[in-house]
């Protein structure tokens, strides 16, 4: 029912920016938490930010906190990752998740996963 497809990966410079998009269909309806994450090669998947449908609430991890901002767009069938001051250590697959279940940066709490887009910081 629901269905995620990112986009806006790319290449750029350190200290650039990128937004990533996620394009959902039959979201709202069922999930309370939207969320982004990455996975950088070798290593394992990890929570990037989430945002609390009810009450519009939202957290990030410290890695990132300052520098991403995470949104809703285009009447809430979109989510967003505003990524600024972007650092070589941002280098992975973005993710966008849904939950049914309250927030967590725990993958194995997802319910639903993009397929995933590109992200390469260069020096």
């Known amino acids: 029912q629901v269905q995620l497809m990112e986009s806006g990966g790319g290449s750029v410079q350190a200290g650039g920016s990128l937004r990533l998009s996620c394009a959902t269909s039959?979201?709202?309806?069922?999930?309370?938490?939207m969320g982004w994450f990455r996975q950088a090669p070798g290593k394992e998947r990890e929570g990037v930010a989430w945002?609390?449908?009810?009450?519009?609430?939202?957290y990030y991890a410290d890695s990132v906190k300052g520098r991403f901002t995470i949104s809703r767009e285009n009447a809430k069938n979109t989510l967003s990752l505003q990524m600024n001051s972007l650092k070589p250590e941002d280098t992975a697959m973005y993710y966008c998740?849904?939950?049914?279940?309250?927030?967590?940066?725990?993958?194995?709490?997802?319910?639903?996963w993009g397929q995933g887009t590109q992200v390469t910081v260069s020096s």
């Open positions: 945002l609390y449908t009810p009450d519009g609430s939202t």
């Open positions: 039959g979201y709202s309806a069922i999930t309370l938490c």
């Open positions: 998740a849904a939950f049914k279940a309250p927030c967590s940066f725990q993958p194995g709490r997802v319910d639903y």
